[in-house]
């Protein structure tokens, strides 16, 4: 197995940066943590895609550890690519936000 290809929505980076600013309001240390939790799990995805189960259609979710979101991504075995499409929190509705994916 190699390494994956990372293919990333526009709608992640403004997922990022929407959860990031909330954090920040509560705490810098705070926010900082959250962004390199979600570094560290991109990071896995670009080496181990396939352990995380699918959940819908071709879509899968990787948590991010010690915060209420996951990253809604597919990956493609064929062309060891991932893409990555949203950052969801535990409390948004993924049917709202998968109208668009690309």
């Known amino acids: 197995m190699g390494v994956y290809k990372l293919i990333f929505a526009s709608d992640f980076f403004e997922d990022l940066e929407k959860a990031a600013q909330y954090y920040e309001e509560i705490s810098i240390e705070i926010e900082y943590r959250f962004r390199v939790a979600v570094n560290d799990q991109v990071k896995l995805l670009k080496e181990n895609p396939l352990v995380k189960s699918i ?48």
């Open 55 to 102: 959940r819908y259609d071709d879509v899968r979710f990787a948590r991010v550890e010690n915060f209420r979101y996951a990253i809604h991504y597919s990956a493609d075995e064929i062309n060891l690519e991932v893409s990555i499409f949203r950052l969801l929190s535990d409390y948004q509705n993924p049917d709202k936000y998968w109208q668009k994916r690309w």
